[in-house]
Structures are given as structure tokens and as C-alpha cells.
């Protein structure tokens, strides 16, 4: 989907076209009954995965009021009533476990929401996650390796947009941003 399409906030984040595109294909979501958006921000994750998976139940977790505001008024947008909103500072008390689970921002509390996440997946569940903090990057990766966790992936996505510049054009690039995915591993006996 094209950013254009999803109504926008002052100072709320999104998870940009190409940044969402890869991150939706790493959290398999094939045949997947939840996923859980952490930091949702504008809500553009929760939202292409519904449109793109209409039986999947989704739950978007964002702390700041306006955001929240945001991602209510998107959902009504694109008409996506599988969506359930919470107002809160993640890690949050939820009953739920989730097929796959999004971390686009954590509040300051990187390896809480990570354990807080890898609890509520599902055994070979998927976890994403997208940073544009090298610090953020190298602790999650060296949390992760300390965790029940395997096919450990790691990338950097570097975008440019074509944009106009007088009678020509050039490519004004987007913030670099890490992107790690990992599936929990399944428990024995």
C-alpha cells in the first residue's frame, strides 16, 4: 500500500511502503489467527496486514493519545473492524498469544518488550521488529541470541523516493532501518 493512502499524524511515526512491505512477508501470516502490533504508531502494520488477511485478529498497542486517535480513525478509513486498539505502555497485561508479533517501537524498553513478545507468541511464532537506532539494533540482536529463538535474520534497508528537482530528478533517501525477524523456538515434550 502507498503511504499516501493512510491519514497521518504530526510527529507519529509509520512504518514506511518498503520498510512495511518486508517486514508483513517476514511475519508469514499465512494461515496466522493473530498478530500483535507493538508501538503501532499510524497503525499502517495492523492495517495492510487486515486488509491483506481478513480473518486475522489483530491488536495494535500504542501509548501516545493522538496516535491512538490516528489509528481508530484509519481503521474506520479502511473500514478494518478487526482491529482492537490499546491505549498503553507496552509491556502490557494481555491474555492473548499471537501467531506473529510487530515491535516498531518500544517506549525505551527494548528487552522488555522482546521478552514481553516472546511470551505471548506462539510456539514457531514469528517476531519483526524495525529499528532505525544502531544501539537499538546491536542490543536486540545480542538479547535475541540469548533467547529460545532460531532463523535469526538481520537487514538494512536503505530507500530513496524519486523526487524532483528542477527539470530532473534525484533520490531523496528515507532514514536507514534495521529490520530483524526471528520464529520462537517450539518448546519440548
Not at 150 to 177: A, I, R, W
Amino acid at each position: 500500500m502507498k503511504d499516501e493512502l493512510f491519514l497521518r499524524g504530526q510527529q507519529i511515526p509509520m512504518t514506511k511502503e518498503a520498510v512495511r512491505s518486508l517486514a508483513l512477508s517476514r511475519l508469514d501470516l499465512q494461515g496466522a489467527q493473530r498478530l500483535i502490533d507493538v508501538g503501532a504508531g499510524t497503525g499502517s502494520i495492523a492495517i495492510e496486514a487486515a486488509l491483506n488477511h481478513p480473518t486475522l485478529e489483530v491488536i495494535a498497542i500504542e501509548k501516545k493519545p493522538e496516535a491512538v486517535a490516528l489509528i481508530k480513525e484509519n481503521c474506520r478509513h479502511f473500514q478494518c473492524p478487526q482491529i482492537r486498539v490499546f491505549e498503553a505502555y507496552a509491556p502490557v497485561e494481555l491474555a492473548e498469544k499471537a501467531d506473529a508479533v510487530f515491535i516498531g517501537g518500544t517506549g525505551g524498553n527494548l528487552t522488555e518488550v522482546i521478552n514481553w513478545s516472546l511470551e505471548h507468541l506462539r510456539d514457531n511464532g514469528t517476531l519483526v521488529m524495525t529499528f532505525i537506532l544502531l544501539d537499538n539494533l546491536t542490543h536486540s540482536i545480542a538479547h535475541l541470541k540469548q533467547c529460545a529463538v532460531n532463523e535469526l535474520d538481520c537487514c538494512e534497508l536503505q530507500v530513496g523516493n524519486m523526487t524532483t528537482l528542477g527539470h530532473s530528478y534525484y533520490f531523496k533517501p528515507n532514514n536507514p532501518t534495521y529490520l530483524i525477524s526471528c520464529r520462537k523456538e517450539a518448546r519440548c515434550g
